[in-house]
Each structure stands twice: as C-alpha cells, then as structure tokens.
C-alpha cells in the first residue's frame, strides 16, 4: 500500500466513524476484541505511560450495574463526578452545538423536544450501553496528571477506528460520568480508579434512523489559525 492509499483509508475511517446507538443481537467475537484492544493501545503516549484502561461488563455484572444506573437516574441522584467535562457556565456557541447534537438525534427517534418521558427514556439507554453486545467502563488512575486524560482520549479514538475498520458500530458514554460512586460500587473497583466513560461496541443496525445521524463538524479555518 501506497502511502497515498493508506492515507485514502484513514480519512475513510474518520468519515465513517460515527455514534452507534442500535446494535444488532449479534456476539462480537472475543478474538476480535482483543485485537481492537491491542490496535488501541498503539495510540500516542507520552513517556510510553499507556494511561488508562477498559473494564469489561458482562454476564450478572452487567446486569447489577445496568439496574444501579438506571435506579439512579431515575431518582435523579447524580454525584459528583471525577472530572470536570463540559464548561460551567456553557459558553452560548458550545450551548448551540450541544442542543444542535441532541435535535437531531430526537428527531431521528421521532421524539417531540416537549415529551420529557420519552426523551427521558431515550437517555436512560445510555445506562443499558445502548444495548450493545460489548459494554467497556473506561477509567484511569487518580494519580495520573491531567496531560494523561490526553492520551487516553487518543486509545478511546483509536479503539473506535479499530471497531469501524472491522465493520463494528461504536458510542462512547459520557453519561457513565455522572454516576461514578455507583459504578466502582456495582463492579467492586477502587476508590483511585476514576470513571472516564463508557463504551458500546457491536454491529450497527443500519435500518435504525438514530444510526444515520451525522453531526456537523466545524470547517478547518474555525479551528486553525496561521501566524507567519
């Protein structure tokens, strides 16, 4: 391959990266999990630390921890999280982007903005990993410096490029982030393990219309600028 042909790939990876949110009833082998794994770790790391890691939830596990998120946010009882993830206030040109994002997901669902119940319920999947066939809790150690939340992101990057190239969908989680006490609670982790996110990975169902959303990307010269 051509290093013009391997860039040809990359860009149609990136462009065919998107948030999946309906998964077909479909196992996703473990073998080829483990090489998605292992892809993501080739990711950028400075001073080779490897920040971070995957928890995977499966089996009974999966099914105490869906109950104890779900129980929560229903009760409204969200926590402190672990990290501080969107601004506090939200500016108003990230507010547009964020309400942007969700519209056009409602309106993919068929969900009117003034259905609280059904957006409420739309939102309540995140806790069942959408109800993916692979459910990863992503946490990294307490201890790491902030420079490391940097390198995770780019194995979290990496390991849905992975999934893509192998026809898999994938969504991450920032939901999970709420909930972090309930989450080392229901899978017994330690205190110094933070909750980053979560992940959902599995064959998309390309008839689902939440599938087929795309948001919008700002153009390259919103977010470069030159000094010569």
């Known amino acids: 391959m051509?290093?013009?042909e391997g860039a040809g790939v990359f860009e149609a990876l990136a462009e065919g990266r998107r948030s999946t949110r309906r998964f077909l009833d479909r196992p996703v082998p473990d073998d080829l999990l483990e090489r998605l794994f292992a892809a993501a770790r080739r990711a950028p790391s400075g001073a080779n630390l490897q920040p971070g890691g995957f928890v995977l939830v499966r089996g009974a596990a999966r099914d105490r921890l869906t109950a104890a998120l779900t129980e929560a946010f229903r009760a409204g009882a969200a926590e402190p999280e672990d990290y501080s993830y969107f601004p506090d206030p939200?500016?108003?040109a990230l507010k547009k982007r964020q309400v942007a994002a969700a519209k056009a997901l409602q309106d993919a669902a068929g969900i009117r903005r003034e259905d609280r119940a059904a957006r409420d319920a739309q939102f309540a999947r995140n806790f069942r990993?959408?109800?993916a066939p692979?459910?990863?809790?992503a946490t990294i150690d307490a201890r790491l410096g902030t420079g490391c939340y940097?390198?995770?992101?780019m194995c979290l990057y990496g390991l849905m490029l992975a999934a893509t190239a192998q026809g898999l969908g994938?969504?991450?989680i920032g939901a999970l982030a709420s909930y972090p006490t309930v989450i080392?609670?229901?899978l017994d982790l330690p205190d110094d393990q933070l909750v980053v996110c979560g992940l959902a990975i599995g064959w998309p169902d390309e008839t689902a219309p939440e599938n087929a959303v795309r948001t919008e990307r700002l153009a390259v010269g919103e977010f470069v600028s030159v000094r010569e």
Do not use: E, I, N, Y
């Not at 692979?134 to 809790?137: E, I, P, S």
């Not at 940097?150 to 992101?153: K, R, S």
């Open 134 to 137: 692979v459910a990863l809790v």
């Open 170 to 172: 994938s969504c991450g």
């Open 129 to 131: 990993f959408f109800d």
């Open 150 to 153: 940097m390198d995770f992101g």
């Open 184 to 186: 080392r609670r229901a």
């Open 90 to 92: 939200m500016p108003m």
């Open 2 to 4: 051509t290093a013009g």
